[in-house]
């Protein structure tokens, strides 16, 4: 690799899809050999192009023939057939389709190791094609169970090989109690909604910085501080910016549900695939300090996965925006900008040595000052800093890692990991395990865990 150098393009993503007309995404099947992968993605395709987008499907068997001729069936051979596919579909994403996998996939870690290829140039749609190992096998539309259940198949998925199904897929597709036009259309829908991401960020930043406004105006007029049952404050400024997000997103976007900090819980929010997650006041005890670092952050889960984020900074006017597979970007709200502008885009450093390390200033706690402590010879700089700002600072390449074993909440996290994740950046929790939304218990009890790369989280 020391004799190899990367070459860039002239022409941005952003040129290429404004050619194209749409933004390059890929829509992943996953599933059992015979739970309709290829059936629901072929019929997916076939409304894609007849709605005008650019597609094309690359179906595992088939690359098999070709791409994928020299592999064998064992779990490393598994592994760089995915680790193949997902390259050449990041390739033709990057270039303006609209790319189907379908393949059956059945690791987990090859499903994250393909979204972590994919995700920093195209939107990655991991689809679960469900259908219960009884209802394949009755299927069996190609012959193949009945050949490794007699032992003339060895290594196979399903049968002596396991298949480790999504915990929270992107969709989920059961195609025993639907049938193929449901299916599809539901993938249709979602990739609809995805290509519609300028209306939608448009709308989130314009929110967040209005609700920036009326914060800077009660920050700099005087106000009173109440304390909740938790003992933690809350002013006129977190009031007033909470009743006009959730009037704004209300009016908007009526079929998404709302978790907010400020707000009562509805808990049939868990019913739709949707939420806004929000923070109207990220730092409230910054604000009463009157040093400035606090925001106003907006995310969107989507079936549990953090999809878009904005964090406003009323103080400075720094504006920090992220949607999935469109990248993570930093203007100032002080002047003019237009969404999703390349030259506003920010990326994760690649630093691996003498790094910054960002740590909270009001909730500093033992264990993350005792691994500051362990790791002195990798770090250059432990900077404490208020809110959201912290993970901003590592998407835009200024810090390399956060720690925050002490437990937080959803709208704590939910836009700072959308900006950070889209940025190229990685986001736990403590534990290593992925980050959830908009579930019954709100409490991020595991803490989590903010870096560039996985070479600079030090939990073991």
Request: glycine share 6%; charged share 25%.
């Amino acid at each position: 690799m020391d004799n190899i150098t990367y070459h860039s393009n002239k022409i941005s993503d952003s040129s290429r899809a404004a050619l194209m007309g749409q933004h390059g995404c890929v829509l992943w099947f996953t599933g059992l050999s015979g739970s309709g992968k290829s059936t629901v993605a072929c019929e997916t395709e076939k409304m894609l192009f007849e709605s005008g987008i650019k597609t094309f499907l690359l179906d595992g068997d088939n690359l098999r023939f070709g791409l994928n001729s020299d592999l064998g069936f064992s779990k490393e051979d598994r592994d760089e057939n995915i680790r193949r596919i997902a390259e050449t579909a990041k390739l033709m994403a990057q270039a303006g389709l609209t790319v189907l996998v379908s393949a059956i996939s059945p690791y987990e870690k090859q499903r994250e190791r393909a979204r972590e290829i994919i995700s920093p140039a195209a939107a990655f749609v991991e689809v679960f094609v469900d259908a219960p190992a009884e209802v394949c096998m009755q299927r069996d539309p190609k012959g193949l169970y009945k050949k490794a259940l007699s032992g003339e198949i060895k290594e196979f998925t399903g049968v002596s090989s396991p298949y480790e199904a999504p915990e929270c897929p992107d969709l989920h597709l059961e195609t025993a109690k639907s049938d193929v036009y449901e299916c599809a259309k539901a993938v249709f829908d979602y990739h609809s909604f995805l290509q519609s991401a300028d209306s939608l960020m448009r709308v989130l930043t314009e929110t967040a910085v209005n609700a920036g406004e009326k914060i800077n105006e009660i920050y700099s007029r005087g106000y009173s501080v109440d304390y909740k049952s938790d003992n933690s404050p809350i002013t006129d400024a977190d009031r007033a910016a909470d009743a006009y997000i959730n009037a704004v997103l209300a009016e908007k976007y009526p079929d998404f549900a709302r978790l907010s900090e400020e707000s009562a819980d509805d808990p049939k929010r868990r019913e739709n695939d949707f939420c806004f997650i929000i923070d109207p006041l990220d730092g409230t005890r910054e604000f009463v300090d009157r040093n400035g670092e606090f925001t106003v952050n907006i995310g969107l889960s989507h079936c549990g996965r953090a999809i878009a984020g904005v964090v406003f900074i009323p103080v400075t006017g720094d504006l920090y925006y992220a949607f999935t597979g469109r990248g993570a970007y930093r203007v100032s709200a002080k002047n003019a900008y237009t969404v999703f502008c390349q030259n506003d885009r920010v990326f994760v450093s690649d630093k691996t040595d003498k790094i910054t390390v960002m740590h909270s200033r009001s909730s500093l706690d033992e264990k993350t000052k005792a691994l500051i402590e362990k790791n002195r010879d990798r770090i250059s700089k432990a900077i404490p800093c208020g809110s959201s700002i912290k993970g901003c600072l590592i998407a835009a390449g200024k810090a390399e890692s956060y720690y925050r074993f002490a437990g937080t909440y959803e709208w704590d996290t939910c836009a700072m990991q959308a900006v950070a994740e889209c940025a190229g950046g990685v986001f736990l929790q403590c534990d290593l395990t992925p980050m959830r939304y908009n579930r019954a218990d709100t409490f991020n009890a595991k803490g989590f865990v903010i870096a560039n790369m996985r070479e600079n989280i030090w939990i073991i």
